[in-house]
């Protein structure tokens, strides 16, 4: 095997594993509390963690100290949310 090609082969693996390990986005009705508040939309349920009490069904994603991506909104609680 060329010296090319297994480079090629070894950084192909290095972003499965990568891409494996971020999970998908997901509707969620209840989240971990990650700051002192919760989401917007989220009430604190004093547990640990912030729910919709299932009214409503978000997207949402730790902001893990990153501004939100494109298409994705702040929503406070160090989370972002789908638009």
Request: charged share 10%; hydrophobic share 35%.
């Amino acid at each position: 095997m060329s010296r090319l090609r297994t480079q090629a082969l070894l950084s192909l693996s290095g972003l499965l594993v990568l891409a494996g390990s971020i999970a998908p986005a997901q509707a969620q009705r209840v989240v971990p509390k990650l700051g002192n508040i919760c989401p917007m939309g989220y009430v604190d349920t004093l547990n640990g963690k912030c729910t919709t009490f299932g009214l409503m069904q978000y997207t949402v994603q730790p902001t893990n100290g990153q501004a939100c991506p494109s298409g994705w909104m702040n929503v406070g609680g160090e989370y972002c949310r789908k638009k």
